[in-house]
């Protein structure tokens, strides 16, 4: 993945060159391997006037074959990853280029927040004048109502996640904030402050799957393999939803990926989950298993999700630090996941005897997600 932040006068195509010629430098893999290319982009119709990027971005990586742009909201480059393992696994391709990018931080806040809230319910929700942190606010009162919960609590999430992401050079934002920063931040929309949400980003992502007989064929380095997929998807606005406060797409995504790999939530030792606000890492939390409904919103206080906990969530600083360049992020999660995994992310040492790891990447209001299971090859 390249750093995440502001590069405003970099194009997606150039943000893209750069992650997917970093994966191949890591592959040990030249782009002429590659025999098809799955990308993720959100918004490039509206930052960039740019549409048809499938063969955009093959071109700008080098690579040939069949190319195709997937669209899914801010997990975009997640279902971008979940189609070329499908690929590899059905026997289609031994080689595929997955990844994603976004550009975002080139045009106005405002425009940014209008391209983002077309992943709402267009007739329902963006008429009404709903955006992102609006709807995530309306989530977030209605698990306090349901479940109880505080600011306070939140507040500890955005803490652990900026605290993991203080040496982790491709963070935007590397600095650490206590809980008196999130409390008195400016009010974006109740009971989000400017430190409970996720920023706008630019940046790219890619990774090269392989199959097992072509790795094996080839002499490559596979330390790390996908074990598990899965996809989910729920109602677009949330007035349709039984529960407001809860994330069917992800529940159906996480158990099809446990299934998958033969594990259970339990097996899992480090997880990367889509906390684009603060609460959304307490729902992702109960949506796999990982806590009971109203459990998970004070996982982070009591420690148990911090870089010593139990379970150690969001090592890279989640989106809510790493930044959330949305048609990169599913792949940045794949990206950091492996770097975790295999020991050469700068956090590997804090899970130094973890062999399975979970990624969670979402869109719009969960409406979709989708969900990987990464294991240490023995």
Known sequence: MTAFGA?????A???????AGEAFDDAALEPDAVEELFYGNFMGEFAEVQGHQGPLMAEAAGVSGPSTRIESAC????????????????????????????RMKNISTAEGTKALSAAADALWEI??????????????????????????????????????????????????????DVLEAPTVSSPFGLYDCSPMSDGASAAVLVSEEFAEANGLDTSVAI???????????????????ETPAAVEAGETAYEDAG?????????????????????????????????????????ETTIDGEL?????????????????TGGAQISEMTKLLRGDHVNSDAVSDATVGLTHNAGGTVASCVVHVLEVVE
């Open 312 to 328: 150690p969530v969001n090592l890279s600083g989640g989106l809510k630090a790493k930044g959330h360049p949305v048609g990169a």
């Open 13 to 19: 195509r150039d943000l893209f060159a750069q992650a």
């Open 127 to 180: 008429k009404a004048g709903v955006t992102f942190p609006g709807a995530y606010s309306l989530m977030a009162n209605s698990y306090f109502d349901e479940f109880g919960g505080t600011r306070e609590d939140l507040a500890h999430i955005a803490v652990k996640n900026h605290s993991n992401a203080v040496e982790n050079d491709l963070a935007q934002f590397q600095m650490a904030i206590d809980i008196d």
């Open 7 to 11: 590069s405003p006068e970099r194009t």
């Open 227 to 245: 074990t598990g997929v899965g996809q989910g998807s729920d109602s677009l606005a949330l007035q349709d939803r039984v529960s407001i406060p």
């Open 75 to 102: 997990a975009s480059s997640g279902v971008a990853v979940r189609h070329g393992v499908n690929q590899v696994r059905s026997g289609q391709a031994d080689v595929v280029l997955v990844g994603g990018a976004e």
């Open 263 to 303: 594990i259970t939530p339990e097996d899992v030792d480090v997880a990367e989950v889509h906390d684009c606000f603060t609460i959304a890492e307490v729902l992702a939390l109960e949506s796999l298993g990982f806590y009971e409904p109203g459990e998970a919103i004070t996982a982070a206080r009591e420690g």
